[in-house]
Every structure is written in structure tokens, then in C-alpha cells.
């Protein structure tokens, strides 16, 4: 089992970032998934936090963070 490690800080990481540069567009994943284990750039949890895309780039954050419990759809209580 490898570990990588944050490309800015050498700590451990927990995302990678991947690019697509026909399309604009930088994705975050959880480096656990399986299928996203190379290419890209490893970062800790903090630095993918905190990293911006460039100018005219999208960012989307696809990672299934634990702590983001907020965004889990409710289910309806009430339906019967
Ligand atoms: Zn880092």
C-alpha cells in the first residue's frame, strides 16, 4: 500500500488534483478511490481546501468528505 504525499507540504495526503486542460476544468478527488490513484497532484485535506483554480478554470470538489455531512440530502419523514 503506497502513500503519497502533499506536493506543497509533504504531509500525507487525502485528495488528488486532476486536470483537463481541453475542457478548463480541475477536479479533487479523494485519493482512496481506487481509479484515481495516478495522474494528477497529491494534496493533504488542507492545501486541496485551500486551492483555487486559475483564472477561467473550473474547480469542482468531488470529494465525499466526512464532514460535510450538511450536504447529505434528508430523507422525507413524512411521506406516508
Ligand atoms: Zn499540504
Do not use: K
Not at 64 to 71: C, E, I, M, V
Amino acid at each position: 500500500m503506497f502513500i503519497s504525499l502533499c506536493r506543497s507540504c509533504g504531509t500525507p495526503a487525502a485528495a488528488l488534483m486532476s486536470f483537463s486542460y481541453d475542457g478548463a476544468e480541475v477536479w479533487l478527488d479523494d485519493l482512496s478511490t481506487p481509479s484515481q490513484s495516478e495522474g494528477g497532484v497529491a494534496l493533504c485535506s488542507q492545501h486541496a481546501d485551500t486551492r483555487t483554480a486559475p483564472v477561467g478554470w473550473t474547480l469542482t470538489d468531488r470529494r465525499r468528505a466526512s464532514d460535510r455531512h450538511l450536504f447529505i440530502p434528508l430523507e422525507p419523514a413524512n411521506v406516508a
